[in-house]
């Protein structure tokens, strides 16, 4: 690594941790459910799915929908399972560094795979009925 990347690199991690980036997950599970596609109909295999298939995680994928408290993705499984030109996408609109967005995404999507399973929202206050109805 240069000495301009080392330090554009120290820079980036400075700043993930002053704007305390890396504990803002809402944003970047808009962007992950939006790659995810949406919610699976019976019957039909969801974009999540296919995607799995096709880099051959499907497997993987269903141990995250069947687990209640599954470890983070591994940093080769986002790998796998993400083009690059989605994870710079992840990390462009969230404004997160690669590594933290990486680090992220690691630990969001299993969560965010098990609870569309589930058909959960992911947020405890999507799911309170709105006042006065």
């Known amino acids: 690594m240069s000495f301009t990347n080392a330090v554009s690199s120290a820079a980036t991690q400075v700043g993930d941790f002053l704007t305390f980036a890396k504990q803002d997950e809402s944003g970047l599970l808009s962007l992950l459910n939006d790659l995810l596609g949406p919610l699976p109909q019976p019957d039909h295999p969801s974009m999540l799915e296919q995607r799995a298939r096709a880099v051959g995680m499907i497997d993987t994928i269903r141990y ?3 687990a209640d408290k599954a470890g983070p993705a591994t940093e080769v499984e986002i ?3 993400f083009t690059p030109d989605e994870l710079e996408r992840l990390s462009e609109e969230t404004g ?9 995404v ?4 299993p969560r965010c795979v098990r609870r569309r399973a589930l058909h959960e929202p992911f947020a405890q206050s999507a799911r309170q009925t709105p006042r006065g109805l």
């Open 79 to 81: 790998k796998q399972f």
């Open 106 to 109: 690691r630990e969001l999507l």
């Open 96 to 104: 997160l560094s690669e590594q933290a967005t990486l680090a992220m």
């Open 64 to 66: 995250w929908q069947g």
